[in-house]
């Protein structure tokens, strides 16, 4: 009897210390890792789960050794993230890219293959967001998190133009990111048949004489360029 009791008294303990550090060790990896915005986070995020839930029931497990292998891996995952702010490959290899799986209303076959998602899948995950008809999209992008973003074609916006007998203007571009932390996300140039002289000129015409000076620039639909500097 006395043995279960410590028993109990020991799972109590180990609970409330766990529940402390976990308390801490989330709100150090921050929201995105809560979140689970990506792959990485979600697999990070299940393994600390399954330590802490270990650590509470393995009883001839030295504690503190445990304790102090869960805190380890969370530090390596703040110094994995704060690696991927300085480094796009970085950032790419562990969150991943978005792809686009709709370009000007065309299904990318090819990409479709090489993820191995069959035209069953993406008609699922356009219904659940409330489209039905490839007809309706001009472009539907799947994110590093899972997720399928779209762009519908202007005539299936809502309000519908067409219900409103409004002209159609088809948008030029796609809004793309065309600079990142300073640096030319040049596979974007490529993919909307710009220079890296035309980014140039833009900046120029907005008073920047670097890209370093530019910390975020999109393309917005109609061809202009949305720049957010360095502070």
């Known amino acids: ?32 890792q809560m979140s689970q915005l990506t792959f990485f986070n979600y697999i990070t995020g299940i393994t600390i789960g ?18 102090i292998g869960l805190a380890f891996w969370c530090v390596l995952t703040v110094l994995l993230a704060y690696v991927s702010l300085k480094s796009p490959k970085i950032r790419v290899f562990l969150d991943g890219e978005p792809t686009i799986l709709i370009k000007n209303g065309v299904i990318q076959r090819h990409t479709l293959k090489s993820l191995k998602i069959n035209l069953d899948d993406l008609s699922m995950l356009l219904r659940q967001q409330e489209v039905f008809s490839f007809n309706e999209v001009s472009y539907a992008i799947l994110e590093p998190d899972g ?17 409103l007998n409004v002209k159609i203007s088809p948008p030029k571009f796609i ?7 300073g640096k030319v996300v040049e596979r974007n140039l ?7 002289n035309w980014v ?32």
């Open 1 to 32: 009897m006395n043995f279960n009791f410590l028993t109990y008294l020991i799972i109590i303990f180990r609970t409330a210390i766990i529940f402390i550090t976990l308390l801490v060790l989330t709100r150090m990896l921050g929201n995105k």
């Open 147 to 163: 997720k399928l973003s779209i762009l519908k074609k202007p005539e299936y916006q809502t309000p519908n133009k067409k219900d």
């Open 200 to 231: 140039q000129k833009q900046l120029k015409s907005k008073g920047y004489n670097s890209v370093d000076q530019i910390f975020y620039a999109e393309l917005q639909s109609d061809g202009s360029l949305f720049v957010f500097e360095f502070e």
């Open 190 to 196: 490529k993919e909307l048949g710009l220079t890296l």
């Open 175 to 181: 809004p793309s990111e065309i600079i990142v932390d």
């Open 50 to 67: 399954s330590i802490a839930g270990n650590m509470i029931s393995a009883h001839g497990e030295p504690f503190l050794e445990e304790l």
